[in-house]
Structure formats: structure tokens, C-alpha cells
């Protein structure tokens, strides 16, 4: 087990570095020059260029990009272009922003998306299954802005029960901000609650059609001890996958959640530094956002090789 | 009427279970179905009832009524069930499911499937001795120990902590049965219990059943297709037929007498391992299953049955106790008991010469195919790199003009991927192939078109090779369209003459695949592999999928094409029977290599090679007077990753003779002409040692002769 942990990290390593490659190669070619955007539009030529020499904008490629990576490794993000300060402390607490986000997301849509998938499964093509099957679809086909565009008018002008605007204090608690994080995380998980949902419904009628599963009725055990004991365990299986795979979609998912709402995430953090073209805020948040994917798709892989023993490693 | 007959039937003590007037109907698009017609059975409690029959005869169906575990569209219409006292039909379903497990348990085809994959195989028999006999945790773990036990399971201790799939096919088959019988049911039902393990496994499992039942005094249905198993282990039997019993009784009445048609006819149909296909012709069925929706008037077996007269169609026959205990639903039963070579005597001797031995057409020599297991993709993560299956390990063969060689073996011996090598569907790691003198390259990609029409394939599953969307003289003619020299007309001709040789008839041209049943697809499947006139065509179990009674057919056909053009067959098959009979030679693999070689006659007479011997006395003769040997495999057979050192078959050697057999290879023995023996010992001591495993269906066939 060990040591099937330490490959992947690994190879999480070499995914994270080639990333790395990529982020810094764009950001570098990126239209406009650094110490220009740096001294604005009215600098003179030579303040320009001392600046150039102060960033090492003049060395070849490689250097830079070592010279980068390097101090990204031991922790120095640089400083912002913009307000110029620290990049990392920054990133790290809208990080944590983001992760309260993703919390009340997963809180919401794992739970719900499996309880209707069961259902789903169990009321085959009766009507239970037909208006579950038809609201997954259409949360599956439905855009995080959209949905958010739609949440916002019901439960906040409507009903008035939630507040359309999340743009909490960076460094709420958990509990000051979870009011706030509500309606973003709905408009973030409808999405995944679909897919989740879909695949718990396939993944049960396909356990509930095996043998195990009729042996186990035949043996007299009660039919809800055949569904959690029997057959859930195994019709859970490709949902873990999905969830795991559908991370990238949650991130991507959340950063429009948050900018909609105007909640102070990574990904908030991420356009912002866009749209000023700040560069270490950009590679920074970029590469934050591949390690997570990666230990996302990690644990899951590491979930269903505990729920599987048919691939558990001794 | 029945009911009538019934009543006379005394079982000594008071049946388990009373099955009486049984109709259960499935609801379809086509209306109603009545799959299970009428149907009346009693078991008493240590006693094995045999219910045989095809596929589509309703067995499983009856399974299921009896626990009322239909599916949605299936119901009971009407007829009674009875569990001792208890009349299950008018329990609910609260009550009905308290009877499962506890006193009706089941065993399904396939162990693999009924066992579940993320649970313990401890808890799994654990959990039914908490649920109906009320244990403690560690009291019912200790239970599930003693279970594993009974089933002679080596090492319970660990089997209890482990998953199915590290079990093997036979050890999953005897998890499922110590859950059967934890709560020590009055009923145990066998669905087809050891159809998907091999004959060695299924001989033990077998064994074990008939051990168990000494002690456990309970009744059992047992429900197979095999008439050879229901030989073996029942008392009595009910061959069923189109969702009805045609004939009932103890197993020697049954066997001996044959009182209905349809029996002679399942029986004709055997290929037995005393005979082959020079002194005896199969009698095939002609006709099918009637479909349960369009049933025949009167007698269900009518059109089909060559005793048919105009009485049987007009009025379905009634139940004749013919003798005490012994029924028969045919109306002609006095014809049948006063001959008993009725409709047997099809068996006839057939004409065929010892014809000369044709030139070697094709020769393997050391076909090795090893696969590499450096897994790709995830799975390599888990798995050990670097290993190698040796699937085929050092083959040889040779196979002449017109002849048939068989290879047989388990699952897992190699004959498949031997067979897919000479094909060049796998590129044989080394080896040398050649086709009538000229080399032949490793994969179908490096092979002439000349080379590719002379090698053809018939497959077990048919459907593989015909494209649902093509009408089957589609299928049949494209060969002939990409060989490019033929006119259209010709092309027409010519499948029409295929279809002829292979006994379809022409208005099938038009057809879809789905619109044939599976012996006629695999029909097409022989006229498409005839097409290019090969010169030889490996069958790799083309029968396996089908019913005997179209088994029997296919069989006759394929040795009537290969006397009319001189083809030559390697013949692939489990069926240790079916190879004897088509044979001309017969090589026995293990663990990739062969261990014995020679003609078909001499390989399943002594001496033989203590492998052949094992398999020779596990095959389930069907003929309860037969005496065999019983000799049995102990353990699994080994992975081919980690091959057993010296003999392959060491490890389960009933004969082993001590450490030579692990520590060198065994040498090669001319036993006769050609035949040959892969073994330590020598071939005076295993004369001394072994006698025929297989007496006394010879002497029956003598008299027939
Ligand atoms: S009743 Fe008639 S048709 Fe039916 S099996 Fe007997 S002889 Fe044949
Ligand atoms: S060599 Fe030894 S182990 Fe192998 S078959 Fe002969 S007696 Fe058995």
C-alpha cells in the first residue's frame, strides 16, 4: 500500500511539473511586457530595462523558469504586480475560502446525488425514477451561471431567505460565512448532483440485476440489509469514480459560482489576476488548482481500492 | 387426469415437496406465455430429484415458482405448492421470504456470481446463521468455519477472511453450498450447479453433494441439462420438455426403459467415450423447441416425435404409470417398453472405411505463446511487472488430410490460444507452423490470401463472426465476393450449394442472424469457414453453446462435410465424449503443454497418462449401470504465471510417484504407433496399475452391434 502511495505521488510529481511548465510558459508569453505592465504606461526606456535586469527578464527561458520554480518550491510566490504584496499568504487564504466552498458542495451534492440515484434505481421506471431521472438531466445540462442566475431571483428576491451577495470578509469563520456559502455551493453542485445522481441509478439497477444480489434475497436476508449490505457497497463503485473525476468540473464549476457571487475564492482571486495580468497571482493560483485536482483524483483512487477488494493491495 | 395417476404414486414417507398441477405464465408483448404447464413432482427428503432438460423447457422457471421468486411479468396461475405442511402459495410474501435461507436454500449456476465480491466469504455464510438460527457474531463466525469445513475446504481459517475472486471456480461453488446448508434446509435447490466448472471440479463437487446428503436428510432438486450428472448423482428424474414433464422415474427406470420418445432421443444423441464416429452415427432431434407461444396441439412433442400418429395430435396425452413409480406422458409407451432398440436403433454402425492416412497437411512444432502481464494503465500499478503467462508452453502436432485432431483439456490448459495462434489471431512467441510444406507466417497481417482461405475458424459463440445487420447470405457469400473472380450468378450458386451441405434451407439466404436459433447460426458460421475450401478448420468449442440435441446434429455434420471434401478438423473441446467420438487423434493438454498424444482409441484405453486417467473417470457418463473409476484431482490448477516445477501436473497428481516428478521434466514414452505418454512412470507400471476407467457401456454397445 505504501508503496503503490509513493508511485502515485510520483507520478503526481511529474504531472504537477509539466503543469508547471505549461503555466509558466503561457504566462511568459502572454501579450505585453512584464516591466511595462510593472511601471505603466509612462515609464522611461531605462526603468524599464533596469527592471527587466532586476526580474531577469533577460535570461534564457530555462533560467527563468528554474529561478521560478525554485522559489516557488520553497514557498516565495513572489509578490503581486498589482498590490504588490505577497503572493502566497494571499492565495493560501482564499484557498481556504474556497475549500469552506467546496466542503458545503460536497456536503450537498455526494449525499443527495447518491440518496436520488438509489431511489431512482429501486422505483425503476416508475415515477419516482421518471422525475428523477428528468430533473438530473436537466441539472446535468444546466450551466453554473445559469444556474446561479436563476437561484439568485428565487431564494434571494423571491423568497429573501438567502443573500445574493457572498462577498463575506477574507477571513470569516466557517460558521460566520456558511450562510453566505449556500446559494453558490447549490449553483456548483446542481451540476455534479446530476451526473452523481445518473450514475448511482445505473450502477444500482446493474447490482440489483446480479446473482449476489438474488442470493442474497434467497437467503431471507431483509431486503433493506440486501440493499446496504449487498448491493450498495458495489453500486457505489463507478459513483466514487465520477465524483473524483467530476472535480475538475467542481473546480471550473466554482470559480464562476464565485465570481457570480462575488464570494472571495481562489477562483475570484484566479480572474482577478487576470484580468490585471498578474502574473505570479496567475501562475500561483493555476498551479494550486492542478495539485488539487491531482489529490483529488488520489483519493479517490485510493477510496475505491478500500471499497474494492478486488484491487486492494496487500 | 393427472392428479388422477398422481395419487397412486406413494413415495414411503411423505414427500418434502408436493408440487401439484403447476402452471406458471410469463406475460409479454405476445400475450401470455404458459412456460410451465401442469406440472406435478414429489421429493421426498433424502432423496436427489433430477429435472433435465433443454433450454426452454421451463426447469428453471419451475425453480423459481417453487420460491415464488418470479420475475415481475411471471406468475402462478395455478396448482399448489407444498413445503412439508406449509402451502407455499397462500403464505405472503413477509412469510414466504422468513422460508428463504432457512428452510428453502438455492444454489445457482454460477459460483462466481453468487458470491458477493466486497464481502467476506466468512461473513457471507456467517450472516444466514445470525438471520435464521439466531447465533451470536462469534458464535456464527465460528459457524461459518465449521461450514468451510464440511465442504472439505482446505485451510477454512484463511478461505473465511478471503474474497471470491481469490477463490477458484469449484472452492466459490462449495462457499455457496456450506450457506446452502448452514441453516440445514428441508429443500435444496440446484440450478445448475457445475455447468460452468470443469469436469474434474464438477466430479468433486458431485462427490461432496452425494457425501453431504448422507448427513444432511433433506430433499433436492437438482436441475441440469447433463443427462450424464443426473446419471450420476439422482434417484430419481423428470425429463422436462416444452415446460412439461414427459417421464418420470428412479434413474435406472428412467435410463433402462426410456418410455418416451423425446428420452431416446436426448440419449441417441450423446456421443458416448466408447464410441466414435466410425461405429456409431448420432441421432439427432430433427425439428426444435416449439416456441411456448405456439404450441402444438395434443401431444407437445408431435412434431418432432417419428411415433407420432393422428391420436397424439388431437388430445394431449395423459401421465401412464407404466411401471410402479414410473411415469411416461407418451401415448405409444407399450410400443416403446415392448422394444427397447425403439427408435434407438438409429444407431447405426457407419460405413466408413479405416480410410488411409492423408499426407500431414499441417505441422506445429514448439509453438510457444507466452503473454507478457507488465500491465498497462492503472492496473499496473498493482500488479507485478515483469511476469509472463506461458499459455502455451513447447506444442507440437501434426494433423493429415481428412483427419480430425482433438485436443482436450480445462479451462485454462492452452487449447484456445493454441488454436488462435495457428489461426494468427496471436502471434506465437516462437514455434515453427507449416500449411501443406510452406511456412506459415505468425499473424493473419504476414499471411498470403492463399494461406488465410486454407486456415478457418469456427467459433463457440456464432454470433462473433456474423454482422447482425447483414441477411446470413450476406455473410456467407462475402468470402466468395473478396476472392474477386467469381460472376454474381456463380457467387449465388455457390452459396446456395453451402447452404444445401450444411442442411439450411434456401429461403434462410434472406435471413437476419437474430432470426435463427444458435445451431443454425453455427451452421452458418461451417458453410462460411467452408467457403474458401479450406484445408483445415479449427473449431474451438463449436458445441458448447448449444443443446444436445442440436449438438448431435452439428456433429453429424461436420464429420458428413469432412468424408465429402476431404477437410481436416482440429477440434477443440472440454467434452472429453464429443472428442472421442469426432477424433481421429486426440492430444490432452495441461498447463500448456500436451501430456498425451495419439489415436483417439488408444488415448482413452490404459495405459494412459495419469492426467487423461483423472479426466477419463470424472466425465458424467450417462448410463447409471456404467462403472467408473473415481479418481480425484485434488487442489487447483496452478497459475501458468508460476508454473509447478518439473511435471505441470505434480501438484495434483493422484499417481505421483515422488520427487522426481517436482524436480524433472517427465520424458517422453512411445506407448504404440504414435501414441504417446508425457510421464515418470513407466508404461508396464501404469498397465499394472490402471484397468479401463470406463466399463460396461462398451458391453452395451457390443449388443447394439
Ligand atoms: S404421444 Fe405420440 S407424438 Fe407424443 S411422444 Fe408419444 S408417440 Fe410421440
Ligand atoms: S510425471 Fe509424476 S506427477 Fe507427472 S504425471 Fe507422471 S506420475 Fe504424475
Not at chain 1, 433493506?224 to 466514487?240: E, F, G
Not at chain 2, 500499478?381 to 515483469?386: A, E, I
Not at chain 2, 514455434?431 to 492463399?450: D, F, N
Not at chain 2, 453451402?498 to 442442411?503: G, P
Amino acid at each position: 500500500m505504501a508503496t503503490y502511495i509513493l508511485r502515485r505521488f510520483g507520478s503526481i510529481l511529474v504531472i504537477v511539473f509539466l503543469a508547471s511548465l505549461i503555466i509558466f510558459s503561457i504566462t511568459q508569453f502572454l501579450p505585453g511586457d512584464v516591466a511595462q505592465l510593472v511601471l505603466g504606461q509612462f515609464a522611461t526606456e531605462e526603468a524599464i530595462a533596469n527592471l527587466r535586469e532586476e526580474y531577469g527578464l533577460n535570461n534564457p527561458f530555462y533560467i527563468q523558469y528554474l529561478d521560478w520554480a525554485v522559489n516557488f518550491v520553497q514557498g516565495d510566490w513572489g509578490n503581486s504586480l498589482v498590490s504588490r504584496m505577497p503572493v502566497f499568504p494571499m492565495v493560501m487564504s482564499r484557498l481556504r475560502n474556497s475549500a469552506m466552498l467546496a466542503v458545503v458542495v460536497l456536503m450537498l451534492y455526494v449525499p443527495f446525488g447518491i440518496l436520488l440515484g438509489v431511489l431512482a434505481a429501486l422505483k425503476r421506471d416508475k415515477w419516482p425514477d421518471q422525475i428523477i431521472t428528468t430533473i438530473s438531466m436537466m441539472f446535468v445540462a444546466l450551466p453554473v451561471f445559469v444556474s446561479s442566475l436563476l437561484l439568485i431571483p428565487l431564494f434571494c428576491h423571491f423568497l429573501g431567505w438567502l443573500p445574493a451577495n457572498s462577498s463575506i470578509l477574507p477571513d470569516s469563520t466557517f460558521g460566520e460565512a456558511l450562510p453566505y456559502l449556500i446559494l453558490p455551493a447549490i449553483a456548483v453542485a446542481l451540476n455534479s448532483l446530476g451526473y452523481v445522481a445518473r450514475m448511482t441509478r445505473a450502477g444500482t439497477i446493474d447490482v440489483l440485476r446480479t446473482d449476489y444480489v438474488r442470493a442474497a434475497y434467497l437467503k431471507g436476508l431483509p431486503r433493506r440489509q440486501v440493499l446496504v449490505r449487498h448491493a450498495l457497497r458495489n453500486a457505489l463503485l463507478p459513483t466514487i469514480t465520477i465524483i473524483a473525476m467530476d472535480a475538475g468540473m467542481m473546480i471550473g464549476g466554482m470559480l464562476v459560482a464565485e465570481v457570480v457571487f462575488g464570494y472571495p475564492g481562489l477562483g475570484r482571486l484566479l480572474l482577478y489576476g487576470m484580468q490585471n495580468q498578474d502574473l505570479p497571482l496567475i501562475q500561483a493560483c493555476s498551479m494550486v488548482a492542478v495539485a488539487l485536482l491531482c489529490l483529488a483524483n488520489l483519493i479517490a483512487d485510493l477510496l475505491y481500492g478500500l471499497l474494492n477488494p478486488r484491487i486492494r493491495v496487500k | 387426469m393427472t392428479e388422477m395417476y398422481r395419487s397412486q404414486k406413494s413415495i414411503d414417507t411423505d414427500p418434502i415437496l408436493d408440487v401439484r398441477n403447476l402452471t406458471v405464465t410469463y406475460r409479454t408483448g405476445q400475450g401470455l406465455v404458459y412456460t410451465v404447464r401442469d406440472v406435478s413432482l414429489q421429493i421426498a427428503a433424502g432423496e436427489i430429484y433430477g429435472l433435465v432438460g433443454e433450454s426452454g423447457s421451463g426447469k428453471s422457471t419451475l425453480a423459481r415458482a417453487i420460491v415464488r421468486y418470479l420475475a415481475d411479468n411471471g406468475q402462478i396461475n395455478s396448482g399448489s405448492i407444498k413445503l412439508g405442511n406449509t402451502d407455499l402459495l397462500t403464505l405472503p410474501m413477509s412469510k414466504m421470504q422468513k422460508i428463504w435461507g432457512s428452510r428453502i436454500t438455492m444454489v445457482h449456476q454460477d459460483p462466481a456470481a453468487a458470491v458477493n465480491p466486497s464481502i467476506t466469504i466468512g461473513e457471507q455464510i456467517a450472516e444466514v446463521a445470525r438471520l435464521h438460527l439466531h447465533m451470536s457474531s462469534s458464535q456464527a463466525r465460528e459457524k461459518a468455519l465449521e461450514m468451510l469445513r464440511k465442504m472439505r475446504m482446505p485451510d477454512p481459517e484463511s478461505v473465511a477472511k478471503r474474497y471470491a475472486h481469490q477463490l477458484s471456480g469449484g472452492m466459490l461453488q462449495r462457499v455457496v453450498i456450506a450457506i446452502a446448508l448452514t441453516t440445514n434446509p428441508e429443500l435444496l435447490i440446484m440450478d445448475e450447479p457445475t455447468t460452468s466448472l470443469d469436469v474434474t471440479t464438477e466430479a468433486a463437487i458431485l462427490d461432496l453433494v452425494r457425501e453431504l446428503l448422507t448427513e444432511y436428510n433433506m430433499a433436492v432438486l437438482f436441475i441440469t441439462h447433463n443427462l450424464g450428472v443426473v446419471a450420476n448423482i439422482c434417484n430419481r428424474v423428470g425429463v422436462m420438455y416444452a415446460g412439461e414433464i414427459m417421464e418420470e422415474g428412479t434413474v435406472r427406470q428412467v435410463f433402462n426403459h426410456k418410455l418416451h420418445p423425446y428420452t431416446r432421443g436426448l440419449l441417441g444423441c450423446l456421443p458416448k467415450v466408447t464410441n466414435d464416429k466410425r461405429n456409431v452415427s448420432l441421432s439427432a432431434i430433427p425439428g426444435f423447441i416449439p416456441r411456448m407461444n405456439h404450441l402444438p396441439s395434443g401431444c407437445i412433442f408431435g412434431p418432432r416425435c417419428k411415433l407420432v400418429e393422428d391420436d397424439c395430435q388431437a388430445e394431449r396425452p395423459s401421465q401412464v404409470e407404466a411401471e410402479a413409480g414410473h411415469f411416461t406422458a407418451c401415448r405409444r409407451w407399450e410400443a416403446l417398453q415392448s422394444n427397447p432398440d425403439l427408435l434407438m436403433d438409429v444407431q447405426q454402425v457407419r460405413d466408413m472405411d479405416e480410410h488411409e492416412e492423408g499426407p500431414l497437411v499441417f505441422t506445429a512444432s514448439n509453438i510457444k505463446k507466452y503473454f507478457d502481464v507488465t500491465a498497462s494503465g492503472f492496473d499496473s500499478l498493482f500488479k507485478q511487472s515483469g511476469t509472463e503467462i506461458k499459455a502455451v508452453d513447447d506444442v507440437s502436432v501434426g494433423v493429415r488430410g481428412g483427419f480430425t485432431l482433438g485436443v482436450v483439456g480445462e479451462s485454462g490448459c492452452g487449447k484456445t490460444t493454441f488454436a488462435r495462434c495457428i489461426a494468427g489471431l496471436e502471434e506465437a512467441t516462437s514455434g515453427k507452423m507449416e500449411l501443406e510444406g510452406q511456412l506459415l507466417p505468425y499473424t493473419v497481417a504476414k499471411r498470403t490470401s492463399a494461406q488465410k482461405k486454407r486456415i478457418q475458424m469456427v467459433f463457440q459463440n456464432p454470433d462473433a463472426s456474423l454482422n447482425p445487420h447483414y441477411t446470413i447470405g450476406d455473410s456467407v457469400s462475402r468470402p466468395f465476393v473478396l476472392m474477386g473472380d467469381l460472376s454474381k450468378e456463380e457467387i449465388q450458386m455457390r452459396v446456395k450449394e453451402l447452404f444445401s451441405a450444411v442442411n439450411l434451407p434456401e429461403d434462410y439466404i434472406n435471413r437476419l442472424p437474430h432470426e435463427l436459433s444458435g445451431g443454425e447460426k453455427q451452421r452458418i458460421a461451417i458453410a462460411r469457414a467452408m467457403a474458401s475450401e479450406p484445408t483445415m478448420i479449427l473449431c474451438d468449442e463449436p458445441l458448447s453453446s448449444l443443446d444436445v440435441s442440436v449438438q448431435a446434429a452439428l456433429i453429424n455434420l461436420l464429420i458428413k462435410l469432412q468424408d465429402s471434401s476431404k477437410i481436416s478438423y482440429l477440434f477443440i473441446s472440454h467434452d472429453l465424449a464429443a472428442v472421442r467420438y469426432i477424433s481421429d487423434w486426440v492430444a490432452v493438454m495441461y498447463l500448456g503443454r500436451i501430456c498425451e498424444i495419439g489415436s483417439s482409441e488408444d488415448v482413452f484405453l490404459p495405459p494412459y497418462h495419469p492426467y487423461t486417467e483423472a479426466l477419463l473417470s470424472a466425465i458424467p457418463v450417462p448410463d447409471p449401470d456404467v462403472q467408473q473409476e473415481r479418481i480425484r484431482l485434488e487442489g487447483n490448477v496452478p497459475s501458468p504465471i508460476d508454473l509447478p516445477s518439473g511435471c505441470r501436473f505434480h501438484t495434483r497428481c493422484p499417481r505421483k510417484i515422488g520427487e522426481i516428478c517436482e524436480a524433472q521434466e517427465p520424458p517422453w514414452q512411445d506407448v504404440s504407433d504414435h501414441h504417446q505418454i508425457c510421464c515418470h512412470i513407466t508404461l508396464d507400471e501404469l498397465r499394472t496399475m490402471q484397468s479401463e476407467v470406463i466399463v460396461g457401456q462398451a458391453d452395451t454397445l457390443r449388443e447394439v452391434r
